[in-house]
């Protein structure tokens, strides 16, 4: 199996709502990343998980909180959002680190933000 | 910022042309990958050079790599309608993982 998943393929909410994006992947890989794409713009790296442990947080604001609860899933839990933050959310794995390895994608999650 | 710059910004041509496209770099890089994205989906990884290698194929892609210029280039052969698509090269420095701004390549059936 060399696919990653993502669920939901499209999000609507408001900015008071909470939700969750989820990623999963069964190659025994042990990093998983979360990107956000905005339209007609290269992904933009938010979150590398690294042996489930967070590795690096590119800055993102806390209103992004990801969790790894196993090395399988990847989480991003989304709170008080933004209008700005309407975008493509991919996740993707890799076998090790990004910067040796291939990364595989899900195919995304459209966030809209109401 | 370590992003890449990549051109041109969007390419058509005739389906069985060639396409190339460039990515330029800021500072030493570990390796230079390229992905290819349909619109609007999960990217797909195409091609990974490393920084002493200068030219890689893999099917109908060639890949070329100059460090002293910090320049990559990806050729696709005997385009086909299904290779419309963007394209993005990626840089590794360290821990760091960007991509570049990618080219929108259109091939006409």
């Known amino acids: 199996d060399t696919e990653v998943t993502q669920t939901p393929k499209h999000l609507v909410m408001g900015m008071t709502n909470k939700k969750s994006l989820k990623c999963e992947q069964h190659?025994?890989?042990?990093?998983m990343y979360w990107y956000k794409q905005k339209a007609k713009k290269p992904p933009e790296l938010m979150f590398v998980?690294?042996?489930?442990?967070?590795?690096i947080n590119e800055s993102v604001p806390s209103r992004f909180s990801p969790e790894c609860p196993n090395s399988s899933l990847l989480n991003l839990h989304l709170h008080a959002l933004q209008p700005e933050d309407s975008a493509l959310y991919l996740c993707?794995?890799?076998?090790?680190?990004?910067?040796?390895?291939?990364?595989?994608f899900g195919p995304g999650t459209r966030l809209t933000v109401l | 910022s370590q992003q890449g710059e990549e051109d041109p910004q969007a390419l058509s041509i005739q389906e069985g042309e060639n396409a190339t496209m460039n990515c330029s770099y800021k500072t030493s890089i570990n390796n230079l990958q390229w992905y290819r994205q349909n619109s609007g989906r999960g990217l797909v990884h195409l091609i990974l050079i490393r920084s002493n290698e200068r030219e890689k194929h893999s099917g109908r892609l060639r890949v070329t790599l100059d460090t002293s210029k910090k320049s990559s280039s990806l050729l696709i052969t005997a385009s086909r309608a299904a290779d419309t698509a963007s394209y993005f090269c990626?840089?590794?420095?360290?821990?760091?993982?960007?991509f570049g701004t990618g080219t929108s390549l259109t091939v006409i059936p």
């Open positions: 993707a794995s890799s076998q090790g680190l990004a910067r040796e390895n291939e990364q595989f």
């Open positions: 190659m025994g890989h042990r990093a």
């Open positions: 990626a840089t590794s420095t360290g821990n760091q993982f960007y």
């Open positions: 998980y690294s042996y489930e442990k967070l590795s």
